[in-house]
Each structure stands twice: as C-alpha cells, then as structure tokens.
C-alpha cells in the first residue's frame, strides 16, 4: 500500500473525470460531501437492463468507469467544492485485485493504493509492483505527486 499526494488536484480531477486514463478500472463506489451527501454504488442493477443487455455485459459485478464518470462528474459539479470525497477504483491483474483509493478533503487529494491477492500467498512482491505500477501511471499521467 502507497500513500501519494496529488499537488494538481485540478489536473487529477479533469484526467479522472474528463479524461480517458481511468477508464480501464471498474468503478466500485463513491461518497462524495456537498450540501447534502451522496453515496453512489458501482454495482451493476441487472433488473435495470433487458435480458440483451445483460447478456452483453457479461458476469461482472461493477461497472466500468467509463460508463460511470458522468453520473460522478454531475455530482460534483458546481461553484463549490465537496467537502470531502472518496472514490474507489479497481482492475484484475495477473496475481489479485489492483485498487485505487481517491480521497479529496479540506487538507488535499492523496491516492492510496491497494492489492488483494488470490489466495494466500506470503511473497509481497506482486503488492510491491502493484505500488510501482501505479506510482508510475500517476508519473506518466503528468502528475505532481509526493509520498504521504
């Protein structure tokens, strides 16, 4: 797990709600503090869809960032900043689940990354490339970044 501070907050939030970097996650949740809170679940509501549809999206569980960003990006939207927001991401590698942590408060935005490896498994490594891996997507996206 890696603690980094992101020092464009505004860069990151138009990458991540604007941009195409992310797209590739899917969305699991997001809480996000205004007048009034918000919680938006990335779950997908298969009664929503017709039998197609579900059919075309397969077994997942969660959305795609991609078909979630607007309705996040909605809710943020404004004058005003939140208050405070979280959003979780996440992606199936090779060796477990890759998970992207977004914190936005009064006292910055800092990305906290996560592993969750498939089955047990006492060598560290692939949790250590996973930091790696993410410190440098944050790096190629152009973002100034420091360890917490």
């Known amino acids: 797990m890696t603690a980094l501070r992101v020092n464009d907050i ?3 939030m138009e990458l991540l709600l604007s941009g195409e970097a992310f797209d590739n996650f899917m969305f699991i949740e997001a ?7 918000h919680r ?9 869809f017709t039998s197609d549809e579900n059919e075309i999206m397969g077994d997942g569980t969660y959305h795609m960032w991609t078909a979630a960003k ?4 909605r809710t943020v939207s404004g004058k005003r900043l939140p208050v ?4 979780v991401l996440q ?5 477990g689940t890759q998970i992207i942590n977004i914190r936005f408060d009064q006292s910055g935005l800092v990305v906290v990354t996560g592993f969750a490896q498939k089955g ?8 250590r490339d996973w930091d790696k891996e993410a410190y ?3 790096k190629g996206l152009g973002l100034d970044t420091e360890n917490c």
């Open 91 to 95: 992606k199936e590698g090779a060796n």
């Open 70 to 73: 607007e309705s996040v990006r």
């Open 120 to 127: 047990f498994d006492p060598d560290k490594q692939p949790e």
């Open 40 to 48: 938006i679940s990335g779950r997908i509501n298969r009664a929503f």
């Open 84 to 87: 405070r927001m979280k959003i």
């Open 31 to 37: 809480e996000v503090g205004m007048a009034m809170d």
């Open 136 to 138: 440098e997507f944050l």
């Open 10 to 12: 505004k860069k990151f």
